[in-house]
Structure formats: C-alpha cells, structure tokens
C-alpha cells in the first residue's frame, strides 16, 4: 500500500536561507522553531496520527519520499534550495515525530525542493510519500 500525507507548517514561520548569514544563536532558534513545528503539524494530522498509531513503536516509513514546497511571500523569481536549512529542521522534526527512523540516504529520499504558490506569510509544504519499492534510475 503505497502512502502519502502532505504536511503544512503554519504560514509566516521565520525561516532559514542558505545566502543570508545569521548570528548563530538565531539560526539555533529558528532550527529549534521549525523541528517543534514539524512535530505540531505531525500531531495535527489526524490521518497521519491514525497511520502512526497503526505502526505501532516504529517508524511510519522505512524509505521515504519528500517533496518539498517553498510557497514564498512574495510574487517573482525564488530560489528553492537556497531554503534547504530550513527543510533539513523541518525533515529532522518529521524523523523526531516518528516518520522516519533517520534521515539518511538509506531511509530518505530528498527533500526535492519546488517553488509552489505564493502565500501571505510565507509557508513550508512537505509531501511525504512511501518510497518502499523506489529505484533510482540514475544511480
């Protein structure tokens, strides 16, 4: 059975961008902000929590896939990856909440980051998919 869940943190998070230098204790709090967020949406997913529950004490997934969705403030041209830290502490939450054993390689495919829609705040979607049977065609 081939699942997926799409998780979407509150719009308007402060989040984390590779070209923009941070004193350490913010990008500290912020990664702190973004993982308990992760958690919250996680606890929020009544369907999620169902799939969780029925997993019993491991983990949702054993290989997974996420696509991740930048929905940026602003209209105009964006950059996805360049708010990859902001996704790996979102990703580290959804491992912290039970989604995922560890985020490795071996457990976790992605995040492939996208531009999606324009949302007033700003705001962060992840699509988690089973990824049980996936091949990578260019490895």
Do not use: C
């Amino acid at each position: 059975m081939s699942q997926s869940f799409t998780i979407s943190l509150p719009p308007g998070l402060p989040l984390l961008n590779a070209n923009r230098r941070v004193h350490h204790h913010v990008r500290a709090t912020r990664t702190r902000e973004l993982r308990a967020a992760a958690i919250e949406a996680v606890a929020g997913h009544r369907d999620l929590m169902a799939a969780l529950a029925a997993a019993k004490s491991g983990p949702l997934f054993t290989r997974a896939r996420i696509v991740a969705y930048l929905r940026p403030a602003r209209a105009g041209r964006a950059d996805p990856a360049n708010w990859y830290p902001s996704f790996k502490a979102v990703v580290d939450g959804l491992v912290d909440a039970g989604l995922l054993e560890d985020d490795d390689h071996t457990r976790l495919i992605g995040p492939d980051m996208r531009l999606g829609s324009r949302t007033p705040g700003g705001q962060l979607v992840l699509v988690i998919s089973d990824a049980t049977g996936w091949t990578d065609v260019a490895a």
